[in-house]
């Protein structure tokens, strides 16, 4: 069983920036995806972005140009700097971690942004 540990949710301005960051403790398959989804009150949890373990990224229309996942140099950390919030970006965002055969998901985070 992986622990997920989420940080870095708030409330923020419109405009405003928020970085969030979840690791995962101990060791973890080399062969991964680490990556934040979110869901907002009465919609179905949605990615927001990934990342695998060759670095390779994805990201919803809705955030490209605005945030950006990265990895830490241990490769269990993954981080989501979210710059130029909008109030469609309110939501309970939940930390992501995949590979072959396991699927673990943090407690999430809430971000909360006023116009």
């Known amino acids: 069983q992986v622990h997920l540990v989420e940080s870095g949710g708030g409330s923020v301005q419109a405009g405003g920036s928020l970085r969030l960051s979840c690791a995962a403790p101990?060791?973890?398959?080399?062969?991964?995806?680490m990556g934040w989804y979110r869901q907002a009150p009465g919609k179905q949890r949605e990615l927001v972005a990934r990342?695998?373990?060759?670095?390779?990224?994805n990201y919803a229309d809705s955030v490209k140009g605005r945030f950006t996942i990265s990895r830490g140099n241990a490769k269990n950390t993954v981080y989501l700097q979210m710059n130029s919030l909008k109030s469609e970006d309110t939501a309970v965002y939940y930390c992501?971690?995949?590979?072959?055969?396991?699927?673990?998901w943090g407690q999430g985070t809430q971000v909360t942004v006023s116009s």
């Open positions: 992501n971690l995949w590979w072959p055969g396991q699927d673990y």
């Open positions: 101990g060791s973890i398959f080399s062969i991964n995806r």
């Open positions: 990342i695998s373990s060759s670095e390779s990224t």
